[in-house]
T-cell receptor, first 114, second 113 residues
Framework: KAGVTQTPRYLIKTRGQQVTLSCSPI?????VSWYQQTPGQGLQFLFE???????NKGNFPGRFSGRQFSNSRSEMNVSTLELGDSALYLC?????????????FGPGTRLTVT | DQQVKQNSPSLSVQEGRISILNCDYT??????FLWYKKYPAEGPTFLIS?????DKNEDGRFTVFLNKSAKHLSLHIVPSQPGDSAVYFCAASAINAGNMLTFGGGTRLMVKP
């Protein structure tokens, strides 16, 4: 089974621009979550999508948004980029059962804002 | 307010010996705990998990222990191998929070040959 895939793997943007990152979950997984990893803040939860609906949201400004499509693929968007948005953005997918709550991560997208 | 803490930023162990990584949490709503291993420039890799109804779970060389009264969990790796050298993250999930994971800050494990 193919793992979680994320595109692009690396991205360089300028302050004020916007960016869209893409994530394809493991086949059969309907839940997709996004995380931001920075040296200062560690791994922080951004939001989770299930059946095209945002189910949970972390403590991030409204510039961070996402969506999920009917095939469970997800995108996240960051508008008006700031230098502090430079980070590794990770997508994770999981089965939706009460007994299995493991999440499987993709390789991440390294975003650099200059 | 860090709800999940890994107080040791790094740990060095000799090959063949036991590695013990520790994690503390404060939120009583956490009922599921996971350990991930991460190499640089890669996403975290799931290792092992434990539900709060158990106090131990084993998978090969990896064992996770949960002490609910102390709000403490630990990951034991026996025997440690040089390929285990990575950053290990502890994560917690609450029953009412979907799939949201709260991560600790990570512990860098170095296994010396």
């Amino acid at each position: 089974k193919a793992g979680v895939t994320q595109t692009p793997r690396y991205l360089i943007k300028t302050r004020g621009q916007q960016v869209t990152l893409s994530c394809s979950p493991i086949s059969g997984h309907r839940s997709v979550s996004w995380y931001q990893q920075t040296p200062g803040q560690g791994l922080q939860f951004l939001f989770e999508y299930f059946s095209e609906t945002q189910r949970n949201k972390g403590n991030f400004p409204g510039r961070f948004s996402g969506r999920q499509f009917s095939n469970s693929r997800s995108e996240m968007n960051v508008s008006t980029l700031e230098l502090g948005d430079s980070a590794l953005y990770l997508c994770a997918s999981s089965l939706e059962t009460s007994r299995v709550r493991e999440q499987y991560f993709g390789p991440g997208t390294r975003l650099t804002v200059t | 307010d860090q709800q999940v803490k890994q107080n040791s930023p790094s740990l060095s162990v000799q090959e063949g010996r036991i590695s013990i990584l520790n994690c503390d949490y404060t939120n009583s709503m956490f009922d599921y705990f996971l350990w991930y291993k991460k190499y640089p420039a890669e996403g975290p890799t799931f290792l092992i998990s434990i539900s709060s109804i158990k106090d131990k779970n084993e998978d090969g060389r990896f064992t996770v222990f949960l002490n609910k009264s102390a709000k403490h969990l630990s990951l034991h790796i026996v025997p440690s191998q040089p390929g285990d050298s990575a950053v290990y993250f502890c994560a917690a999930s609450a029953i009412n929070a979907g799939n949201m994971l709260t991560f600790g800050g990570g512990t860098r494990l170095m296994v010396k040959p």
